[in-house]
């Protein structure tokens, strides 16, 4: 944390305005921010940067955020220049009318959709459920890093609310996630996620231009990397999701520009997405070209495209869309 946030944390750790902190005060702060909900701490943490009681952000406190995030970036040994668009997109969603402010429920809808948000405010563990950490001296990195291996209880309750894993699955899923993890920096960059897909065998048969929309599909937040909810939450639907589930997220994958259809060309890589499969099945894809034809012929309209409605309609009808896309059984 800089030293301008200290200062923003005593005033708001101040709760009478008092220029001390007594013991009250600081156990109700740390109470918050340590064992809060997330909802209580980034509330906390907005009225920490709103220094003057105006119920937004504006520029100025906009400016002191980022810097605070860029801060805790640094000392997670991220690269402060390279997390920079990752953070302005955070705060660009958070001002959702575009008034260059960003109002306290703003904050909380997009904090709640993003955990980086408090990640990057206050040094990513510190902020658990599970209180606060032992540690002796100021090197955080190290505690993370031993500690992260191991799912809290209190996050295993929070993915088994929303996803369909059970605890074991978690903890296998973690495993497999910080094998991966080869920089032990907490997300999945796209050639360390390239290479759980083919090692892991998930997905498997999909090929190398489907895998780079696999990735800005499963990074739900846009920050260029996936961290472990957002494997998680994408492989619950790949896995365990109805069908209807299953076809909807394929269709976000594919729709690239996220414009609702599928365009000729976001249609032709679902065909050779489907061929690769098909071979990888031990299937002639020659032979199933016909087929795979047929399938996405049923879906197009007039002007060769593909509406989410139709796309649903045509997968229920045909369970071998589903295969032909995700590799077979594991969907």
Same mark, same amino acid.
């Given at each position: 944390? %800089? ?5 923003? #944390? ?33 509330? #906390? ?18 400016? *002191? ?56 405010? *206050? ?60 920089? %032990? ?28 929309? #696999? ?64 071979? *990888? ?27 989410? *409605? ?22």
């Amino acid at each position: 944390i %800089s030293e301008e946030t200290i200062d923003n #944390f005593f005033k708001a750790f101040d709760n009478d305005g008092s220029g001390t902190i007594d013991f009250a005060e600081l156990s109700l702060a740390l109470s918050i921010v340590c064992r809060g909900s997330s909802e209580e701490k980034l509330s #906390f943490m907005f009225d920490t940067y709103d220094t003057d009681h105006s119920g937004s952000l504006d520029y100025s406190e906009i400016v *002191a955020v980022t810097a605070q995030m860029k801060v805790v970036a640094e000392a997670l040994g991220r690269d402060p220049a390279k997390i920079q668009p990752f953070i302005d997109n955070i705060l660009k969603k958070a001002d959702i009318d575009g008034d260059g402010t960003i109002e306290k429920t703003e904050w909380l809808r997009v904090g709640a959709s993003t955990p980086s948000l408090l990640q990057l405010l *206050a040094g990513g563990d510190w902020v658990a459920q599970d209180g606060l950490k032992k540690s002796t001296g100021p090197k955080p990195i190290v505690v993370k890093k031993q500690q992260k291996i191991k799912l809290t209880q209190s996050h295993i309750n929070e993915l088994q609310s929303k996803t369909n894993f059970g605890k074991k699955e978690l903890t296998e899923l973690k495993k497999t996630f910080k094998k991966f993890d080869k920089d %032990s920096s907490g997300d999945l960059n796209r050639d360390e996620f390239k290479l759980l897909l083919k090692e892991a065998k998930i997905l498997p048969g999909v090929n190398d231009v489907t895998t780079d929309s #696999f990735f800005k599909a499963f990074d739900n937040d846009g920050g260029g990397s996936i961290d472990f909810n957002e494997l998680v939450t994408a492989l619950s639907i790949l896995s365990k999701g109805s069908s209807e589930d299953k076809l909807g997220y394929l269709f976000d994958t594919f729709d690239a520009d996220h414009s609702g259809v599928l365009d000729e060309s976001e249609v032709v890589k679902v065909m050779k997405q489907m061929q690769v499969v098909a071979e *990888a099945l031990g299937r002639d894809p020659k032979k199933m070209e016909p087929f795979i034809d047929n399938i996405l012929r049923k879906a197009k309209n007039s002007n060769g495209q593909i509406g989410r *409605a139709d796309w649903l309609r045509v997968g229920a009808q045909t369970p071998s869309l589903l295969s032909l896309l995700a590799g077979g059984d594991w969907v």
